[in-house]
Every structure is written in C-alpha cells, then in structure tokens.
C-alpha cells in the first residue's frame, strides 16, 4: 500500500514523543509481549489518525478542572507533604525543602512554534498554575520526552531552583534561567543543600528510553531516590516492568513510590500497567503510593479511568496505601 502523505505526517508527529522507538526493536523490548501491535497494524493506525486530529485540530475542546486544588502554603515544614499537579507533576514539602517533578502547566505539550504548540492537549488543567507554586528549590527531570521535560514550563522558573536531570540531557536547558543544573546517571547521587536544607538524591534504573527525537537515543532516563531526615522517596519517572526497584529495600524502608500507571497500552514495553506498578512498588517495601501519568494526556489507548480503576483493584486488599487518586488532591506522610 502506498503511503501517504497523510500517513507520514502522523508518523513525524509520534516519533517527537518517542513513540517510533516503542514501536519498532529496542533493546529494552522483552520478547513475551502480548499482542505486539506495529504501524501497519489498522488499530495503531485508526490511532495515530486520532493523535494527529487532537494534536493539530483539538483546540475547541474545553479542559476539564482538577478534582482538588493543594493548598501548599498552609503545608508544614515539619511533615512530608505531597500534592499531584497532574500527569508526572508532584509538588512535595520535604520537611521544608519544596521540590517539584517534571513540571508541565500549560495546556499543550509538543512542538513549541511562534503562538503555537502542535501536541496533545490536557484533558485535566493542573491543580495549580505556576504562580500559585511556592519557591521551588529543585526540580527533578525524569527524561528528556515532551510530557516530562516541558520547555516553556521550565522557562517560567527562576536561576534560585536547582534541577536534577538525567544524563546527557542538560544541554535542553541551555536557554532557560537555571543557573545549577546536575546531571545523574544510574547508581549516581549527590548531595544538595537548599534554602530549607540538605537532601540527598540517587539516580535509579528504570526501564524506559530516553531520546527526545529520532536521534538523540544517547540521553539518559532515571527514576530518583529521595532521602532526607531518615524518610526515602521513589519518584520512578516513566518505566516498564523492572526488578531494579526491590535492591532499594536491602538499604531501608520506602516511605512512599510515586509510580507512574497509564500509557501501557499498547506501549507496554516502555510503561508499566498499574498491576506491575504495584509489583514494583512491593518490591521496594514502599509504605504508600502516588499514582501519575494518567488522566490528564490521551497517549495510549486505555480508556481515561481504566489505569486508576486497576490501580486500586490491585489494592483492594490494602486500599490505605493509595495516597492519592485524582488529580489536585494532598496527602500527608504519617511519620
């Protein structure tokens, strides 16, 4: 069958967010996988059509509000405090050290043109607009893909925030305002001192990738391990099923996983399903858990409930570990 020109539009437009890469051999793919679905299958066709329409022609569509809106500066700095901003985007207080996870804010994420981003379109606003963020002293970048590492987000901070980002990916922040930019790579830590205190971060393995485009496939792609005043955090990023996570339970006690649990289908060999998010999580020993990347961009194909609702299936028999649901909502680590 002839190509046309229409077909490789929508192509161009998925290989921006990495999704070319999921698509085809990696060498993160495992070989069991359950119905690998390719370009020339009818369905991921049907879908890369309503990823174009969306990402080009969408612009009537009303975008619904968050569940909640987080309240940080009645937050203390003598407790953990987490607020899900949307998608991958968690604001925590760290016993007073404000840090914020690959922030995106705007309605749009994608390709940034004069007046125009040509991308998916939030189905939820986030809970909070950047001028209701309290001073952020560090933003952790999980990797470098267009829904986690949000230029004109990035842009709107200031040279006071420190930003701890993958390897090989620093080089995206040249024109924005950050004066102290880290890069990690897997095993890696350091660490920081803030204006509320000092914090040590690792760089963990996840399994995932990390280019940004078609040929940027050296960046990196991390999870991070958060350890402040005896208390340790997983902020696991985007990551398929990965045995990494159970070495950090050797080490201590995880208070609380943020995992993310949409876009599986069918991009299973890059984001886990809510079931494998819980898998990881228990293997890490984590207390609680946050669960992002759902509900707020449409990337996959599962219906916009069907991550959470899975989610707390796989915990029906310990629903207290779920921190938070809906997008907006806080949530207080019992010390």
């Not at 069918?266 to 898998?279: D, G, K, L, M, R």
């Not at 984590?286 to 915990?315: D, G, K, M, N």
Request: with cysteine; net charge positive.
């Amino acid at each position: 069958m002839r190509k046309t020109h229409y077909d490789h539009v929508n192509l161009r437009a998925v290989r921006f967010f990495g999704f070319t890469s999921l698509v085809t051999t990696s060498r993160l793919h495992s070989a069991e996988a359950p119905e690998r679905r390719t370009l020339r299958s009818s369905r991921v066709r049907r879908w890369l059509g309503h990823l174009f329409r969306e990402w080009t022609t969408e612009s009537w569509r009303p975008i619904a509000p968050a569940f909640a809106k987080p309240k940080p500066a009645t937050w203390s700095d003598a407790q953990v405090t987490f607020a899900w901003i949307g998608h991958a985007t968690v604001l925590i207080n760290f016993f007073g050290i404000k840090i914020l996870t690959d922030p995106v804010l705007f309605p749009r994420i994608g390709i940034r043109l004069p007046g125009l981003t040509i991308g998916p379109k939030r189905l939820t606003a986030p809970a909070l607009q950047f001028h209701e963020l309290p001073n952020i002293d560090l933003i952790l970048l999980s990797h470098a893909h267009f829904d986690h590492l949000d230029l004109r987000t990035l842009r709107c901070f200031g040279e006071s925030t420190t930003v701890i980002t993958a390897r090989a990916t620093s080089d995206l922040l040249r024109h924005t305002r950050f004066c102290d930019v880290t890069e990690l790579d897997w095993g890696e830590a350091k660490s920081f001192k803030t204006a509320g205190g000092e914090i040590n971060i690792s760089a963990l393995p996840v399994n995932h990738w990390g280019a940004r485009k078609r040929r940027d496939t050296y960046r990196g792609y991390n999870g991070y391990l958060l350890e402040r005043k005896r208390q340790r955090i997983i902020f696991a990023g985007d990551t398929a099923m990965t045995n990494s996570f159970a070495e950090l339970q050797e080490e201590g006690e995880i208070d609380l996983a943020i995992m993310s649990i949409g876009a599986y289908n069918p991009w299973i060999h890059s984001h886990c399903s809510p079931e494998q998010a819980v898998e990881m999580a228990n293997a890490a020993g984590a207390r609680f858990i946050i669960p992002v990347h759902h509900q707020t961009f449409r990337l996959s194909f599962e219906p916009f409930r069907e991550p959470i609702e899975r989610f707390e299936a796989a915990l029906r028999k310990t629903p207290e570990r779920i921190a938070l649901r809906e997008i907006g909502e806080t949530f207080v680590l019992p010390l």
